[in-house]
């Protein structure tokens, strides 16, 4: 079995109208069977491991990846998950809707 992915990347200004060139589903399943969900939760949202931020574009994600910085996460190179795996997993990642603000949350203002 294959650890947990982390991805990281770097939150681009005006990213949020990016297309993501991957398939949402096959990401999912990646993101899945790769064990990311173990430390990131089943939708990035953190847990064990960091909150994943996605960046404008796969290539931050690739980079991160293959060259993690600070924390914990182990290199994967691309003999652990193919650079479109991981486009995939961005396309994923990127279809998942931002979480809504805590002001917005009544259970919250109590």
């Not at 990642?93 to 009544?106: C, D, H, Q, Y």
Request: aromatic share 6%; proline share 8%; net charge positive.
């Amino acid at each position: 079995m294959k650890a947990a992915l982390a991805i990281i990347a770097t939150l681009a200004a005006g990213a949020q109208g990016v297309q993501p060139s991957g398939s949402i589903e096959r990401g999912k399943q990646l993101f899945m069977s790769n064990y990311c969900y173990s430390c990131h939760g089943t939708q990035g949202h953190g847990g064990a491991g960091p909150r994943i931020v996605v960046g404008a574009t796969p290539d931050a994600l690739l980079r991160y990846v293959r060259k993690p910085t600070g924390g914990n996460m182990p290199a994967y190179t691309s003999k652990s998950i193919a650079d479109q795996d991981l486009r995939d997993i961005y396309a994923y990642l990127r279809s998942i809707p931002a979480s809504p603000p805590a002001k917005t949350i009544p259970m919250l203002q109590r």
